[in-house]
Protein backbone atom coordinates (compact mmCIF):
# COMPACT_ATOMS: atom_id res chain seq x y z
CA UNK A 1 0.00 0.00 0.00
CA UNK A 2 1.33 3.31 -0.96
CA UNK A 3 1.96 5.26 1.95
CA UNK A 4 0.03 8.58 -0.28
CA UNK A 5 -3.35 6.23 0.43
CA UNK A 6 -3.69 5.04 3.52
CA UNK A 7 -4.75 1.44 4.10
CA UNK A 8 -8.68 0.61 5.82
CA UNK A 9 -6.85 -0.86 8.72
CA UNK A 10 -4.80 2.58 9.14
CA UNK A 11 -8.00 4.71 8.72
CA UNK A 12 -10.42 2.77 11.27
CA UNK A 13 -7.00 2.99 13.58
CA UNK A 14 -7.47 6.78 13.36
CA UNK A 15 -11.11 6.68 13.76
CA UNK A 16 -10.45 4.43 16.92
CA UNK A 17 -8.37 6.78 18.55
CA UNK A 18 -9.98 9.94 17.95
CA UNK A 19 -12.65 8.72 19.69
CA UNK A 20 -10.88 7.76 22.49
CA UNK A 21 -8.89 11.26 22.41
CA UNK A 22 -12.16 12.68 21.90
CA UNK A 23 -13.90 11.36 24.85
CA UNK A 24 -11.32 12.74 27.37
CA UNK A 25 -10.82 16.13 25.18
CA UNK A 26 -9.14 19.15 26.02
CA UNK A 27 -10.89 20.20 29.13
CA UNK A 28 -9.43 16.76 30.42
CA UNK A 29 -5.68 17.20 29.51
CA UNK A 30 -6.07 21.20 30.28
CA UNK A 31 -6.88 19.75 34.16
CA UNK A 32 -3.93 17.78 34.40
CA UNK A 33 -1.83 20.44 33.31
CA UNK A 34 -3.10 22.59 35.76
CA UNK A 35 -2.71 20.29 38.53
CA UNK A 36 1.15 19.32 37.26
CA UNK A 37 -0.07 15.40 37.08
CA UNK A 38 0.66 12.95 34.12
CA UNK A 39 -2.96 12.25 32.15
CA UNK A 40 -3.21 8.72 33.49
CA UNK A 41 -6.29 7.46 32.65
CA UNK A 42 -6.12 8.84 29.10
CA UNK A 43 -2.38 6.45 28.95
CA UNK A 44 -4.38 3.65 30.88
CA UNK A 45 -7.07 3.31 28.72
CA UNK A 46 -4.71 3.68 25.50
CA UNK A 47 -2.82 0.74 26.48
CA UNK A 48 -5.70 -1.56 27.61
CA UNK A 49 -6.90 -0.82 23.61
CA UNK A 50 -3.83 -1.80 22.64
CA UNK A 51 -3.03 1.89 21.45
CA UNK A 52 0.59 2.83 23.24
CA UNK A 53 2.47 -0.63 22.01
CA UNK A 54 0.90 -0.82 18.41
CA UNK A 55 4.71 -0.57 17.04
CA UNK A 56 6.43 -3.29 18.73
CA UNK A 57 6.31 -6.57 18.21
CA UNK A 58 3.39 -9.36 19.07
CA UNK A 59 5.47 -11.56 20.59
CA UNK A 60 6.51 -9.30 22.96
CA UNK A 61 2.61 -7.70 23.85
CA UNK A 62 2.59 -5.30 21.33
CA UNK A 63 0.73 -4.81 17.61
CA UNK A 64 3.15 -5.77 15.31
CA UNK A 65 2.43 -2.77 13.63
CA UNK A 66 5.41 0.14 12.92
CA UNK A 67 5.68 3.87 13.42
CA UNK A 68 3.44 5.04 11.00
CA UNK A 69 0.79 3.22 13.29
CA UNK A 70 2.69 4.98 16.73
CA UNK A 71 2.70 8.25 14.72
CA UNK A 72 -1.30 7.54 13.77
CA UNK A 73 -2.29 7.57 17.44
CA UNK A 74 -0.17 10.51 18.55
CA UNK A 75 -1.08 12.45 15.78
CA UNK A 76 -5.00 11.42 16.47
CA UNK A 77 -4.91 12.04 20.35
CA UNK A 78 -3.61 15.65 19.28
CA UNK A 79 -6.27 16.77 17.46
CA UNK A 80 -8.34 15.58 20.20
CA UNK A 81 -6.64 18.24 22.25
CA UNK A 82 -5.12 15.67 24.34
CA UNK A 83 -1.17 14.60 22.79
CA UNK A 84 0.84 12.73 25.04
CA UNK A 85 4.47 13.37 24.85
CA UNK A 86 5.52 10.27 26.72
CA UNK A 87 4.30 8.26 23.44
CA UNK A 88 7.06 10.06 21.20
CA UNK A 89 9.62 8.63 24.18
CA UNK A 90 8.52 5.57 25.77
CA UNK A 91 7.26 3.06 23.19
CA UNK A 92 8.69 5.05 19.98
CA UNK A 93 12.11 5.85 21.50
CA UNK A 94 13.10 3.61 23.74
CA UNK A 95 10.37 0.37 22.99
CA UNK A 96 11.89 0.69 19.62
CA UNK A 97 15.97 0.45 20.49
CA UNK A 98 15.83 -2.09 22.67
CA UNK A 99 13.30 -4.05 20.68
CA UNK A 100 15.92 -3.59 17.59
CA UNK A 101 19.15 -3.45 19.65
CA UNK A 102 18.05 -5.64 23.11
CA UNK A 103 19.02 -8.43 24.48
CA UNK A 104 16.43 -11.47 24.61
CA UNK A 105 16.07 -11.20 28.62
CA UNK A 106 15.66 -7.08 28.05
CA UNK A 107 12.80 -7.18 25.42
CA UNK A 108 11.25 -9.90 27.57
CA UNK A 109 12.08 -7.50 30.90
CA UNK A 110 10.83 -4.32 29.48
CA UNK A 111 9.11 -4.62 25.80
CA UNK A 112 5.06 -6.09 27.44
CA UNK A 113 5.27 -3.36 29.82
CA UNK A 114 5.74 -0.63 27.44
CA UNK A 115 3.23 -1.97 24.74
CA UNK A 116 0.42 -2.08 27.42
CA UNK A 117 1.64 1.26 29.06
CA UNK A 118 2.29 -0.49 32.74
CA UNK A 119 5.87 0.75 32.57
CA UNK A 120 7.51 3.51 30.76
CA UNK A 121 11.26 4.76 29.97
CA UNK A 122 12.78 8.02 29.46
CA UNK A 123 15.34 8.76 27.41
CA UNK A 124 18.59 10.74 28.32
CA UNK A 125 20.71 12.38 25.32
CA UNK A 126 21.34 15.84 25.63
CA UNK A 127 24.13 17.38 27.59
CA UNK A 128 25.01 20.79 28.62
CA UNK A 129 27.99 21.29 27.17
CA UNK A 130 27.08 18.84 23.43
CA UNK A 131 23.59 20.35 22.85
CA UNK A 132 23.30 19.26 19.04
CA UNK A 133 26.65 17.71 18.60
CA UNK A 134 26.18 14.25 20.15
CA UNK A 135 29.95 13.76 18.88
CA UNK A 136 30.76 16.01 22.85
CA UNK A 137 28.59 13.89 24.87
CA UNK A 138 31.12 12.85 27.96
CA UNK A 139 28.83 10.96 30.24
CA UNK A 140 31.23 7.65 30.37
CA UNK A 141 31.16 4.15 31.63
CA UNK A 142 34.18 2.00 32.68
CA UNK A 143 34.03 -1.49 34.23
CA UNK A 144 34.71 -2.61 37.79
CA UNK A 145 37.15 -5.25 37.21
CA UNK A 146 36.67 -6.97 40.13
CA UNK A 147 32.31 -7.12 39.87
CA UNK A 148 31.83 -6.57 35.97
CA UNK A 149 28.96 -3.87 37.16
CA UNK A 150 29.40 -0.80 35.03
CA UNK A 151 30.31 2.62 36.45
CA UNK A 152 28.07 5.52 34.81
CA UNK A 153 28.85 9.39 34.93
CA UNK A 154 27.90 12.29 33.57
CA UNK A 155 25.12 14.43 33.52
CA UNK A 156 22.38 15.09 31.00
CA UNK A 157 19.38 17.48 30.42
CA UNK A 158 16.28 18.56 29.10
CA UNK A 159 15.24 15.05 30.06
CA UNK A 160 10.98 14.37 30.36
CA UNK A 161 9.17 12.28 32.67
CA UNK A 162 12.17 11.10 34.40
CA UNK A 163 10.31 11.48 37.55
CA UNK A 164 7.64 9.02 36.64
CA UNK A 165 9.11 6.54 34.43
CA UNK A 166 10.06 3.30 35.47
CA UNK A 167 13.63 3.55 34.15
CA UNK A 168 15.78 5.82 31.69
CA UNK A 169 17.62 4.89 28.72
CA UNK A 170 21.43 7.03 28.77
CA UNK A 171 23.21 7.59 25.69
CA UNK A 172 27.04 7.33 27.29
CA UNK A 173 30.39 5.63 25.90
CA UNK A 174 32.87 3.68 26.62
CA UNK A 175 36.24 3.07 25.47
CA UNK A 176 36.53 0.50 23.02
CA UNK A 177 38.99 -2.52 23.23
CA UNK A 178 40.51 -4.67 20.87
CA UNK A 179 42.21 -8.06 21.49
CA UNK A 180 45.68 -6.82 19.82
CA UNK A 181 46.03 -3.27 21.24
CA UNK A 182 44.26 -3.39 24.38
CA UNK A 183 42.54 -0.06 25.33
CA UNK A 184 42.55 1.78 21.86
CA UNK A 185 41.20 5.39 23.96
CA UNK A 186 38.25 5.23 21.60
CA UNK A 187 35.15 6.13 22.75
CA UNK A 188 32.07 4.35 21.11
CA UNK A 189 28.35 4.74 21.88
CA UNK A 190 26.55 2.72 24.59
CA UNK A 191 22.82 2.64 25.83
CA UNK A 192 22.44 1.80 29.36
CA UNK A 193 19.01 1.15 31.06
CA UNK A 194 18.74 3.04 34.88
CA UNK A 195 15.92 2.31 36.74
CA UNK A 196 14.86 5.50 38.89
CA UNK A 197 15.76 4.93 41.78
CA UNK A 198 19.39 3.65 41.53
CA UNK A 199 21.48 4.94 44.11
CA UNK A 200 23.63 8.32 42.69
CA UNK A 201 21.24 8.74 40.05
CA UNK A 202 20.08 12.33 40.73
CA UNK A 203 17.56 14.94 39.22
CA UNK A 204 16.65 18.51 39.35
CA UNK A 205 13.36 19.54 38.34
CA UNK A 206 13.93 22.26 35.23
CA UNK A 207 11.63 25.49 36.24
CA UNK A 208 10.37 25.67 32.36
CA UNK A 209 7.81 28.42 30.86
CA UNK A 210 5.96 26.46 29.10
CA UNK A 211 2.94 24.53 30.68
CA UNK A 212 2.77 20.68 30.59
CA UNK A 213 1.99 18.01 32.78
CA UNK A 214 5.46 16.43 31.76
CA UNK A 215 8.27 17.75 33.50
CA UNK A 216 11.93 18.34 32.80
CA UNK A 217 14.90 17.21 34.13
CA UNK A 218 18.50 18.13 34.32
CA UNK A 219 20.08 14.21 35.66
CA UNK A 220 23.38 13.59 37.29
CA UNK A 221 25.33 10.70 37.79
CA UNK A 222 27.91 10.08 40.28
CA UNK A 223 29.23 6.70 39.82
CA UNK A 224 26.08 4.90 39.47
CA UNK A 225 26.73 1.34 39.54
CA UNK A 226 24.88 -0.93 37.00
CA UNK A 227 25.29 -4.70 36.17
CA UNK A 228 26.42 -5.55 33.28
CA UNK A 229 23.01 -6.54 31.65
CA UNK A 230 22.12 -2.83 32.37
CA UNK A 231 24.07 -2.30 28.87
CA UNK A 232 21.59 -2.48 25.70
CA UNK A 233 22.54 -5.24 23.43
CA UNK A 234 24.78 -6.92 26.32
CA UNK A 235 28.63 -7.31 25.66
CA UNK A 236 30.42 -8.77 22.78
CA UNK A 237 27.52 -8.54 20.35
CA UNK A 238 26.31 -5.39 21.33
CA UNK A 239 23.97 -4.26 18.34
CA UNK A 240 26.26 -0.89 17.43
CA UNK A 241 29.10 -3.10 16.73
CA UNK A 242 32.95 -2.30 16.48
CA UNK A 243 32.65 0.01 13.70
CA UNK A 244 34.16 2.18 15.97
CA UNK A 245 32.76 6.09 17.35
CA UNK A 246 31.50 7.08 13.71
CA UNK A 247 29.45 3.83 13.11
CA UNK A 248 27.96 3.50 16.24
CA UNK A 249 26.76 7.39 16.40
CA UNK A 250 25.25 6.50 12.27
CA UNK A 251 23.52 3.45 14.54
CA UNK A 252 22.29 5.51 17.36
CA UNK A 253 20.94 8.32 15.15
CA UNK A 254 19.19 5.48 13.09
CA UNK A 255 17.68 4.60 16.62
CA UNK A 256 16.73 7.85 16.70
CA UNK A 257 14.40 8.43 13.31
CA UNK A 258 11.51 7.70 15.16
CA UNK A 259 11.39 10.74 17.52
CA UNK A 260 11.75 13.23 14.68
CA UNK A 261 8.67 11.15 12.83
CA UNK A 262 6.62 11.02 15.65
CA UNK A 263 7.36 14.49 16.91
CA UNK A 264 6.02 15.64 13.41
CA UNK A 265 3.10 13.41 14.55
CA UNK A 266 2.59 16.23 17.70
CA UNK A 267 3.25 19.20 15.92
CA UNK A 268 0.61 17.89 13.35
CA UNK A 269 -2.42 17.09 15.62
CA UNK A 270 -1.44 20.04 17.53
CA UNK A 271 -1.67 22.04 14.28
CA UNK A 272 -4.96 20.65 13.49
CA UNK A 273 -6.65 21.02 16.56
CA UNK A 274 -5.94 24.88 16.51
CA UNK A 275 -7.09 25.00 13.20
CA UNK A 276 -10.32 23.31 13.94
CA UNK A 277 -10.99 25.69 16.72
CA UNK A 278 -10.39 28.41 14.84
CA UNK A 279 -12.59 27.13 11.75
CA UNK A 280 -15.63 26.72 14.31
CA UNK A 281 -14.90 29.91 15.50
CA UNK A 282 -14.88 31.75 11.79
CA UNK A 283 -17.74 30.28 10.81
CA UNK A 284 -19.71 31.39 13.86
CA UNK A 285 -18.50 34.59 14.67
CA UNK A 286 -20.75 37.48 13.26
CA UNK A 287 -19.10 40.63 13.53
CA UNK A 288 -20.53 43.16 10.47
CA UNK A 289 -23.34 41.29 7.88
CA UNK A 290 -21.42 37.87 7.34
CA UNK A 291 -19.56 35.16 9.76
CA UNK A 292 -15.73 36.50 9.45
CA UNK A 293 -14.88 32.89 7.55
CA UNK A 294 -16.48 34.96 4.88
CA UNK A 295 -13.78 37.36 4.48
CA UNK A 296 -10.81 36.04 2.45
CA UNK A 297 -8.55 37.91 4.91
CA UNK A 298 -9.82 35.39 7.41
CA UNK A 299 -10.59 32.46 5.50
CA UNK A 300 -7.49 32.15 2.89
CA UNK A 301 -5.06 31.79 6.04
CA UNK A 302 -6.40 29.20 7.50
CA UNK A 303 -6.99 27.30 3.95
CA UNK A 304 -3.09 27.88 3.53
CA UNK A 305 -2.29 26.29 6.99
CA UNK A 306 -4.69 23.03 6.23
CA UNK A 307 -3.01 22.39 3.06
CA UNK A 308 0.60 23.19 5.00
CA UNK A 309 0.01 20.73 7.81
CA UNK A 310 -1.40 17.72 4.79
CA UNK A 311 1.85 18.60 2.88
CA UNK A 312 3.52 17.85 6.07
CA UNK A 313 1.59 14.42 7.16
CA UNK A 314 2.61 13.24 3.50
CA UNK A 315 6.42 13.63 4.09
CA UNK A 316 5.50 12.32 7.93
CA UNK A 317 3.98 9.39 6.15
CA UNK A 318 7.08 8.72 3.43
CA UNK A 319 9.27 8.96 6.60
CA UNK A 320 7.27 5.98 8.46
CA UNK A 321 7.02 3.93 5.35
CA UNK A 322 10.75 3.94 5.37
CA UNK A 323 11.89 3.07 8.50
CA UNK A 324 9.66 0.36 8.75
CA UNK A 325 10.52 -1.02 5.50
CA UNK A 326 13.85 -0.89 6.88
CA UNK A 327 15.01 1.96 5.15
CA UNK A 328 17.50 3.77 7.28
CA UNK A 329 19.51 6.33 5.39
CA UNK A 330 16.13 7.03 3.25
CA UNK A 331 14.04 7.79 6.69
CA UNK A 332 16.62 9.47 7.89
CA UNK A 333 16.16 12.25 5.44
CA UNK A 334 12.78 12.01 5.24
CA UNK A 335 11.93 11.97 9.22
CA UNK A 336 13.99 15.34 9.44
CA UNK A 337 12.19 16.72 6.32
CA UNK A 338 8.81 15.60 8.31
CA UNK A 339 9.77 16.75 11.26
CA UNK A 340 11.41 20.07 9.95
CA UNK A 341 7.49 20.44 7.97
CA UNK A 342 5.72 19.56 10.63
CA UNK A 343 6.91 22.11 12.82
CA UNK A 344 7.18 25.25 10.58
CA UNK A 345 2.87 24.18 9.76
CA UNK A 346 2.14 23.69 13.32
CA UNK A 347 3.27 27.17 14.64
CA UNK A 348 1.71 28.98 11.59
CA UNK A 349 -1.56 27.12 12.00
CA UNK A 350 -1.62 27.70 16.11
CA UNK A 351 -0.44 31.47 14.96
CA UNK A 352 -3.28 31.91 12.43
CA UNK A 353 -5.93 30.32 14.91
CA UNK A 354 -4.80 32.43 17.65
CA UNK A 355 -5.31 35.82 15.58
CA UNK A 356 -8.51 34.74 13.79
CA UNK A 357 -9.79 34.61 17.43
CA UNK A 358 -8.67 37.89 18.21
CA UNK A 359 -9.22 38.83 22.03
CA UNK A 360 -10.91 35.42 23.00
CA UNK A 361 -7.60 33.46 21.57
CA UNK A 362 -5.57 35.14 24.53
CA UNK A 363 -7.99 33.52 26.75
CA UNK A 364 -8.09 30.33 28.54
CA UNK A 365 -11.57 29.33 28.12
CA UNK A 366 -10.91 29.04 24.18
CA UNK A 367 -7.09 27.44 25.15
CA UNK A 368 -5.45 28.61 22.44
CA UNK A 369 -2.47 30.98 23.69
CA UNK A 370 -1.13 27.80 25.80
CA UNK A 371 -0.75 26.32 22.42
CA UNK A 372 1.79 29.08 20.96
CA UNK A 373 5.07 28.01 23.45
CA UNK A 374 3.85 24.57 23.11
CA UNK A 375 4.17 24.66 19.05
CA UNK A 376 7.65 26.34 19.38
CA UNK A 377 8.95 23.00 21.06
CA UNK A 378 8.71 21.49 17.69
CA UNK A 379 11.02 23.53 16.42
CA UNK A 380 13.64 23.16 18.79
CA UNK A 381 13.38 19.52 19.95
CA UNK A 382 14.78 16.96 19.77
CA UNK A 383 16.55 18.58 16.98
CA UNK A 384 16.66 22.34 15.42
CA UNK A 385 15.27 23.72 12.47
CA UNK A 386 18.44 25.04 11.62
CA UNK A 387 20.35 21.60 12.32
CA UNK A 388 18.00 19.65 10.06
CA UNK A 389 19.02 22.71 7.30
CA UNK A 390 22.40 21.32 8.08
CA UNK A 391 21.49 17.92 7.35
CA UNK A 392 19.44 18.53 4.17
CA UNK A 393 22.37 20.70 2.75
CA UNK A 394 25.08 18.51 3.69
CA UNK A 395 23.44 15.06 3.08
CA UNK A 396 21.06 15.75 0.55
CA UNK A 397 22.59 18.53 -1.94
CA UNK A 398 26.30 17.28 -1.35
CA UNK A 399 27.32 21.27 0.30
CA UNK A 400 30.47 21.38 2.80
CA UNK A 401 29.91 21.75 5.84
CA UNK A 402 31.03 25.13 7.66
CA UNK A 403 31.64 23.42 11.35
Given amino acids: MSPVIESEEHKALRAAVSALGNRYGRAYFTRTVDEGVPAAELWADAGKLGYLGVNLPEEYGGGGGGIAELSIVLEELGAAGCPLLLLVVSPAICGT ?145 SGGEDAGLLQLFAGLNPERIMTAAFAIGMGRYALAKAVEYARERTVWKAPIGAHQAIAHPLAQAHIEL ?63 TAARVSRIAPVSREMILNYVSHQTLGLPKSY
Fill in 310 to 372: ELARLMMQKAAHLYDAGDDVGAGEAANMAKYAAAEACVKAVDQAVHTLGGNGLTREFGLASLV
Fill in 97 to 241: VIARFGTEEQKRAWLPGLADGTRTMAFGITEPDAGSNAHRITTTARRDPDTGDWLLTGRKVFVSCVDIADATLIVGRTETVSAEEGRTGRLKPVLFIVPRDTEGFQRRRIDMELSAAEKQFELTLDDVRLPADALVGGGTSHAFG
